[in-house]
């Protein structure tokens, strides 16, 4: 059957076409023009911190952010597997930190927590929700932290407080390094607090990530932060993600055994300077190079936190998004060739086929 719109202009041109002969003119005649439109597919539903995706489920409640040790004496750490998002940051010492964002799932344990630093308060506010960490160097860095606008749970000054209950001493190892958070009865007591944004652009088939299209071989990421403290990291074609590994070979697990993994790998090196007397990294309002790891492959790209509070774009080429797998993210900031914070010297990034890596600057 044929629609209304259709019948109504083969009259027109049947009478056009009448009127035409009576005149004696030659017909000119053309086929009906079909207009394509195009179609409009919907974006699907993803979770906002691992793409994965969501079907009628709906994601609610805020992310928990928590400060984790990472050194010798703090790890095996409890929980950090479960982590959506981690960022790894160089702390004082020449050592890293760990901050831990938590959605998916939060853990009934989370530790050891540790205190905060300046950069959290450029990285949180992106994420929304809570911050959990132990305390501050002194005064003035809280008041950086509590800058951020978000909802703070420190452990120094939660005394008398609701939140207060919600930390306590692990007897799994000695000061300061036992000092840990009722992390999912944190998230039940903050439950109304909204829901992270999406932080990245994600594709749910691997091979379709940026870095499989595009990128090089990466089966092997090693980045170091200082001399003593490389992230190391092997990428693991049975799981699709990368497994972490400590420096001298053994697997990087979580307390309860769990090997730490991610499904993507950003690697970005801004510049660290002192900041209240503790090496900080500048990264909101940054726009750098970055390089990004998925599926066993790495691509180079744009790393760009201009717009403070929004999430972090990644783009590459002609500012093409960066597309990344579904699943866990870790982002790793070794410091910038440029860095001026007392006793840091530039990182440095090497990657290729296990044990044929090759190193890169960005």
């Known amino acids: 059957m044929r629609s209304p719109v259709r019948l109504s202009a083969a009259f027109i041109l049947l009478s056009a076409l009448t009127l035409t002969g009576c005149?004696?003119?030659p017909l000119a005649t053309e086929p009906d023009e079909v207009l394509e439109v195009a179609e409009v597919v919907p974006e699907v539903p993803r979770h906002p911190l691992t793409g994965v995706e969501l079907g009628s489920a709906i994601v609610s409640g805020p992310s928990i952010a928590v400060k984790i040790d990472n050194t010798s004496s703090g790890r095996p750490q409890v929980g950090i597997a479960s982590a959506d998002i981690v960022f790894e940051e160089l702390v004082e010492g020449g050592v890293t930190r760990y901050l831990a964002v938590f959605h998916t799932t939060v853990p009934d344990e989370v530790g050891p927590v540790r205190s905060g630093r300046p950069q959290d308060a450029g990285i949180i506010?992106?994420?929304g929700g809570v911050f959990v960490f132990s305390g501050v160097g002194n005064s003035n860095v809280r008041e950086i932290i509590r800058g951020s606008g978000l909802q703070l749970v420190e452990h120094d000054t939660s005394g008398g407080t609701e939140d207060?209950?919600?930390?306590?001493?692990s007897d799994r190892k000695p000061a300061p390094w036992n000092l840990h958070i009722k992390a999912a009865e944190l998230f039940a007591s903050y439950s109304t607090l909204a829901a992270p944004a999406q932080q990245f652009d994600?594709?749910?088939?691997?091979?379709?990530?940026?870095?499989s299209v595009s990128g090089e071989d990466a089966e092997s990421v090693r980045v170091i932060f200082s001399k003593g403290v490389e992230s190391i990291w092997q990428w693991d074609v049975t799981t699709g993600t990368y497994l972490k590994f400590l420096s001298n070979g053994n697997p990087d697990v979580d307390a309860d055994g769990t090997q730490i993994s991610a499904a993507n790998l950003?690697?970005?090196t801004?510049?660290?300077?002192?900041?209240?007397g503790l090496p900080s990294a500048k990264?909101?309002?940054v726009r750098e190079t970055a390089l990004v790891?998925?599926?066993?492959?790495?691509?180079?790209?744009v790393f760009d936190a201009t717009v403070v509070g929004e999430p972090i774009k990644l783009t590459h080429g002609d500012s093409e998004p960066v597309f990344l797998g579904t699943g866990k993210t870790f982002i790793l900031l070794p410091p910038g060739a440029g860095s001026a914070a007392n006793g840091v010297t530039p990182g440095s990034v090497s990657y290729g086929p296990l044990g044929a890596e090759v190193s890169r600057s960005i």
């Open 164 to 169: 207060a209950p919600l930390f306590f001493r």
């Open 283 to 285: 990264i909101a309002g």
């Open 266 to 268: 950003i690697i970005f």
């Open 125 to 127: 506010p992106a994420l």
């Open 23 to 25: 005149a004696g003119e």
């Open 293 to 301: 790891a998925t599926g066993g492959k790495l691509v180079g790209g």
């Open 270 to 276: 801004p510049n660290y300077f002192d900041v209240e």
């Open 202 to 211: 994600f594709v749910s088939d691997l091979s379709e990530s940026t870095a």
